[in-house]
């Protein structure tokens, strides 16, 4: 399908003469450019004179870092992108998809090396929105519309919405893309692949039937539009979550804050199985209950039972649930297809410290991504918003040809149901302190916040909280791991206090407390 | 005066059972220890065989100590302190004040050797309250009363409540005690000097006419009850705050709540002068005065003017201001008195990274102390609940034979008027970024935070706050800095994310990618 023919790329020949560097269309920017990613990782030719990127200079950190940190050294053999500049024209970088991941790499990009040529496809028709953010709206506290957001398109950066990438070649570094009725060849020097991930729906009988009746999976805002209309439609007021995670949490604390009669049905022994203790999940787990919510867990779902095409229950653990409607929150799976077979993939697609794939010049960021643990140096999957913001800004920055470096992640949540939050960072080690303490002081009115630190030696490692304001103690301890603090820190970091808003030995330093003086005591 | 004459002792007595070590009283304790402070701290004689002081380990950070960190090493030369224990008694702390400073140093230094004796002596007659939260009795969201907290007394320590320090020898380490009818003699191997501060009224015409009649400084909680007791009984209407510090900005939105008119007088140029740039110091000005409080800066105190004995008006900066009410909010005094020629004195009393001061074996902590900057490396007086509390675990620690370092002051503070904020950490330089950001997103009804970080390089060691949850943004700023944290990290840190409570990108990290940004373009 010719260029011309996708809005994209017309709005951008309709910008041609505030672009700087208006190389072309992104064919013809392929003509250019074509050569430079084949070579592969190995390649390892030396910056040419005459190139002259701008002076990157470092992202990322002493504690993690390996790499040569005085400017933009050809760590990766930066070569071919050099030479193709020196042609005449510009790096070319396809951000894949515009979630939290592509949103920041497109930025960083574009900070990087404000001559790039970046071009951003998004399969769905509205820049940017707050996933995070559709619990909110289910609840009623904001509108759907509220959660999409613009998308400044500044300088060399394009945005195709509603455009699909169908297919990748690596070997030849060009995507196939269409937006439904006709497709588009582009042709890239970099990739950065930021798909993010796709909700799972577990195979039981009945859940394929019902799925988009009145079955739903909520990645996107019309996920979230759906689910309401279809509550209303049905005139439902019994409503079935399926998987007790954070977005399961915040779903069903949104379903019973509009009035539905909630079962939140889970397979693991607890809620926050993934990121919280059996201790600490029983507080969360009371506050829901507390609300109205019949909390299930230790039960898996069998089945989704329908009556002419209708779900009247589900069964789980043996029993049956009445209910009108199912949402499954059952966790996502990373979207590596395009690159099945071309990027190692284990899962996710696995990068490297740049946020670089096992080819040249292909970077993934966020949900898609595999990325080594700051703490504990396995390879993760985080799949969080907060994780895809500083690996997008990564990948982006390494696209453009600067050198950053991922500082690993933490895996740093927080999940807030009405003013009740759970939050951890970090990792869990078998030595720990755990305090309820107030973030701010009870008598003025502050409520229990339980906190729990996890130490390797002195060193903390992690950190689980619950309770009002939790996810600000578990901001804290982040910043603090993030730097390599011990309990002593968590002690004697100098903190803000004023009982309008905080105590002044907050759960962090209360529990600082506790672990020093089982220091004194050794 | 005897001993068994004041309340403390006799209840100590009344104790001897329970108490492990129960050497006598605290006269009879002197006999046994007295010698031990004499030496000052030039002595250096090695710990002794037999003498077994739990083994200490050190508390602080490893950027800024540099003591041995081995395990209670001598190095004030605690030989003394360990004599006096081979001799059958125990160390005697005496604990000056139990304010913050106090109430920690007494935890800490039990924590540390639980056989030490430990005499906690209080002017007031009820163990510990915070002053800090007065301004919010002021406003009647709290009872006064509920200020007011237990001090758990346990083991060897025991509390003089109602007694006040008359006079300090620290040659024979004796202090002389009265409870307003007798006098007690205590003698001390160890003294945690944390007497705080006192209001300090600037000495215009009238000022001290009125004081404790239409004019007020609030320092306990008396103070607070005497000021709404006597606005009640004049029915007052106008009231007028001199200083505009937090406190000064705390009781003038206090007194505004409670449906007075305020003026708050300033000398200097804004609020806040101290902490806040004046472009921060803008912000909470316009906040209160669209809560109905004249903000008058540049505005001298001339006079108190009284008719009758009662105050009528206030003149500052040539103007006449009607009112019924004052509050003096000028700043304290460290009270050094008891200490001045004893010590090394400075406005307040100096100390050392171990918090002692220039005679071995007196420590000093709190509002009273003068300890060094963690970032600037100068001495300071910062005057602060927040300091005060580690100051006092640090000067505890030490006061009983361990051995912890103090990591320096930050003057983290936080102040809170309603749900805005003011809050700041670390220094300014003239290398700065702001932002103004949101702490829970806009589109979830978040409110604007400005967030200020100042920088040396890329290092982070500084930053102001001002709006609705200013406070954790500071905390997190606070830890970082702590940490010697770079502008990388104000982006990189994984920080949660729940749009519930919080951004995405943060004022923080907001304020990294402008730092980073600029850096990228060097
Ligand atoms: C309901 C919900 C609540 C959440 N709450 C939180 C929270 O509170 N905190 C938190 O940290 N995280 C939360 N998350 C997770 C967070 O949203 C994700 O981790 C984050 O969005 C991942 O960013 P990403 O860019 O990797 O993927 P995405 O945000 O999913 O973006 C991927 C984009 O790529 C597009 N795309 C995919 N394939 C193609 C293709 N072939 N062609 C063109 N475009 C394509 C998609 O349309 C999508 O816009 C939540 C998620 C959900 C669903
Ligand atoms: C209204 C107000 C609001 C404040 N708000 C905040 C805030 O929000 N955040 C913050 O960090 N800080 C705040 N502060 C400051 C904070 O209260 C002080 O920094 C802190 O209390 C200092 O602790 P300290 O132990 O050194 O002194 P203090 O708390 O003053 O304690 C000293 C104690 O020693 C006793 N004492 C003194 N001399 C003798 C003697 N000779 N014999 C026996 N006893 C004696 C006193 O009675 C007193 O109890 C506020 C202060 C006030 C007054």
Request: a neutral charge; one cysteine or more.
């Amino acid at each position: 399908m010719a260029e011309g023919h996708q809005g994209g790329v017309q709005d951008h020949r309709g910008r041609q003469g505030h672009r700087p560097h208006a190389g072309g269309g992104l064919r013809r920017a392929r003509h250019q450019g074509a050569q430079q990613g084949r070579e592969g990782k190995g390649s390892d030719e030396g910056p040419q004179e005459g190139a002259h990127p701008p002076p990157l200079r470092v992202l990322g950190d002493p504690l993690h870092s390996s790499v040569d940190h005085n400017g933009g050294g050809a760590r990766h053999g930066h070569g071919d992108l050099r030479r193709g500049r020196q042609g005449g024209g510009c790096v070319r970088i396809l951000v894949l998809g515009l979630g939290t991941a592509g949103l920041y790499a497109a930025k960083w990009a574009r900070n990087a090396d404000p001559r790039a040529e970046i071009v951003v496809v998004e399969r769905r028709t509205y820049p940017t929105f707050s996933p995070c953010g559709i619990p909110l709206a289910i609840e009623g506290l904001v509108s759907f519309e509220s959660l999409k957001h613009p998308f400044p398109v500044r300088g060399n950066t394009r945005l195709l919405l509603g455009h699909e990438v169908v297919s990748v070649d690596l070997d030849s570094m060009r995507a196939r893309v269409t937006d439904g009725s006709s497709e588009l060849e582009l042709s890239f020097d970099r990739l950065v692949f930021a798909p993010g991930a796709e909700p799972f729906v577990p195979p039981v009988p009945g859940a394929g039937e019902a799925l988009g009746k009145d079955l739903f999976t909520i990645r996107v805002v019309e996920d979230g539009e759906r689910l309401v209309r279809r509550i209303e439609e049905k005139g439902a007021t019994r409503a079935t979550v399926v998987g007790a995670g954070p977005i399961g949490c915040e779903i069903s604390y949104a379903l019973a804050r509009r009035g539905l009669k909630v079962h939140l049905v889970e397979m693991l022994d607890r809620v926050f199985p993934r990121s919280l203790d059996p201790d600490m999940a029983s507080h969360v787990e009371a506050y829901l209950r507390a609300r109205g919510i019949e909390v299930r867990t230790g039960c898996p779902l069998e089945e989704v039972v329908l009556d002419d095409g209708s779900v009247v229950a589900v069964r789980a653990c043996g029993e049956r649930i009445p209910t009108d409607i199912v949402v499954m929150a059952t966790g996502v799976r990373a979207c590596t297809g395009l690159l099945e077979g071309q990027v190692d993939v284990d899962k996710g697609i696995l990068v490297d410290e740049r946020m670089e794939t096992s080819r040249e010049g292909v970077f993934a960021a966020g949900d898609v991504a595999v990325v080594r643990h700051r703490i504990s140096g396995e390879m993760v999957m985080v799949q969080l918003a907060s994780a895809a913001m500083r690996q997008g800004v990564v990948a982006g920055i390494n696209a453009a040809g600067g050198d950053a470096t991922y500082s690993g992640a933490l895996g740093t949540f927080s999940s807030a149901m009405g003013a009740f939050e759970a939050a951890a960072t970090g990792i869990r080690t078998g030595k720990s302190v755990k305090i309820a303490g107030f973030y701010k002081p009870e008598w003025a009115g502050g409520e229990r916040v339980w906190l729990k630190l996890f130490l390797e030696g002195d060193r903390i490692v992690g950190a689980q909280a619950v309770g009002p304001r939790a996810s600000a103690e578990i901001d804290v301890v982040a910043a603090l791991i993030h730097r390599g603090a011990t309990v002593d820190d968590a002690l004697m970091f100098e903190r803000s206090y004023c009982p309008g808003v905080s105590e002044l030995n907050m759960p962090l330093s209360a529990a600082g407390e506790i672990a020093l003086r089982r220091k004194l005591r050794r």
